[in-house]
């Protein structure tokens, strides 16, 4: 099976500040994903990563940030968290043609 | 541009009963279809993929999944539910790109009643 984690599991966070959620492969996949999850709406697109250095929005990306500066990470980043981005955070990998694997996800509160 | 929907939101059934989640999808070309499912404060795992082969699809733990492009639907069903298979589920179906992007439905919670 793939490895996949992500750091921290939990966060509670004050409005205005910044956060960033890290999502680490063990294994050489070029795609990542960083998604959101938040009833009645399943799982959202925030941004994606094609490669080292090459990202691209998804649906819901106003208010994110990512970097991926090695293979095996990818950051997200709320510059300014705000109560509205509350919710449970996944990563995802593209294992095989359009296929991916999630990681166990970051449940983060915005207070 | 491609959607999916999920017709039921919260579906209910008895231990032992047939359990059947519905899927209908929109895309412009042949699309690939999965269904993921997601225990209680767990992540999402894989019960089945659909990508232009046979037409029926059989998952892990005793589900399957009929591909009807006529219908455009991509329904999940499963013979006799256990108390293990009380979840959410999701159908979920890829862009158009070969970004390998995914368009989620909304979900369907199956609950399993003793």
């Known amino acids: 099976d793939a490895g996949i984690t992500q750091s921290p599991r939990h966060k509670v966070t004050e409005t205005g500040t910044p956060v960033t959620l890290r999502c680490h492969q063990t294994?050489?996949?070029?795609?990542m994903y960083w998604y959101r999850q938040d009833p009645g709406h399943g799982l959202r697109l925030i941004h994606y990563?094609?490669?080292?250095?090459?990202?691209d929005k998804g649906e819901v990306s106003d208010g994110y940030s990512v970097s991926r500066s090695k293979t095996e990470d990818f950051l997200l980043t709320l510059e300014s968290a705000t109560s509205s981005q509350t919710s449970v955070y996944f990563c995802?990998?593209?294992?095989?043609?359009?296929?991916?694997?999630f990681g166990p996800g970051t449940r983060l509160t915005v207070l | 541009a491609q959607s999916v929907t999920q017709l039921d939101s919260h579906v209910s059934v008895s231990e032992g009963t047939p359990v059947l989640l519905r899927c209908n999808y929109s895309?412009?070309?042949?699309?690939?279809l999965f269904w993921y499912v997601q225990h209680p404060n767990k992540g999402l795992q894989l019960l089945l993929k659909?990508?232009?082969?046979?037409?029926l699809v059989k998952g892990i733990n005793g589900f399957e999944a009929e591909f009807k492009k006529s219908e455009t639907s991509f329904h999940l069903t499963k013979p006799s539910a256990h108390m293990s298979d009380a979840a959410e589920y999701f159908c979920?179906?890829?862009?158009?790109?070969?970004?390998?992007?995914?368009?989620f439905g909304q979900g369907t919670t199956l609950q399993v009643k003793p």
């Open positions: 995802a990998i593209m294992v095989t043609r359009n296929e991916q694997f």
């Open positions: 990563s094609y490669g080292v250095k090459d990202t």
């Open positions: 895309s412009s070309y042949s699309p690939s």
């Open positions: 979920v179906v890829s862009g158009s790109s070969n970004t390998g992007k995914l368009i």
């Open positions: 659909y990508t232009s082969a046979a037409t």
């Open positions: 294994e050489n996949h070029r795609y």
